[in-house]
Structures are given as C-alpha cells and as structure tokens.
C-alpha cells in the first residue's frame, strides 16, 4: 500500500530562520519555496482562508537525509499545546502512495480520520510537480499524510 516517506514535514514560527538553520547549520540543501491559499488548501489543512509558506530541503552530497517540508502559517498564530499542523513541531510524516483515491478509500473503510478527501495540488509554476494529497490522523491523533505524484 505505501511506497516510500515523500519527506518530514515540520511546522515552524519564522521559515526564513528555519531555512538557515536547515541550511546553513545542518548543510541541508535548499530545493525551492511555494506559496499555498485557496480552496484546495482550505480543505486540506481544515482552515478557512489559510495562507501558507512552504520550504523544502533535502540532504546533500554529504549528507544522506529524507526530504524535510517546513511549514509557515501566514494566516494564523501558531498552537504549541495540541497535536495539530498549526503547531511548532514536526507535523507530520508524508507517505508516497500510487494510487491516493483507492488508499483514502481502503482507510476510511478502516475508521481512520481524515482531514479532507484528497486535494490536488499544480506547483509546476514554483519548479515542484503535480500532485494529490490528504491529511489523516493515527490512533494518538499525530497528523500523517498520503500524496501521489501525478503524471
């Protein structure tokens, strides 16, 4: 059913002070920068008018490290003391699917809480690709997510 961890999200106060940190004191390699608002971004964090500033970095000719998602809330102070994406803390843990619609599917049927039905996703424009994704929870309530790359 999964194929692989897409990359370690984590939720941040300042992303421009995280980028450093990730970067110029961990030596992970920058990849890029986006900007999400909109419906689809509504429902797949569960907010209403959410912006979000989202950073990415992976490892790098020395450093042999999953991809790492940082995530700035631009719409809303952040939440330190509940599990949620909105809080300072890794906030979840994305795994690649091939088929996002027919996992979503198989877990619902098993009683897991979802965020939002899968939402897709064109970052082409930012240099990323396309692609579907959805948050759920697991039994402690700690956030995980589904994406498949679209073609």
Known sequence: ???????IGITVKNIEKSIDFYKNILGLKFQGQLFMEGKETDLLFSRNNTKVKVAYLSG???ISAPPIELIEFKSSNCRENNICLQKVSISEICFNVEDIDK???K???KGVEFLSPPQLFDFSKYGFCKSKAVYFKDIDGIILELMEVVK
């Open 1 to 7: 059913m999964l194929k692989g961890v897409s990359h």
């Open 60 to 62: 790098s000719d020395i």
């Open 103 to 105: 996992v979503y599917n």
């Open 107 to 109: 877990l619902l049927k």
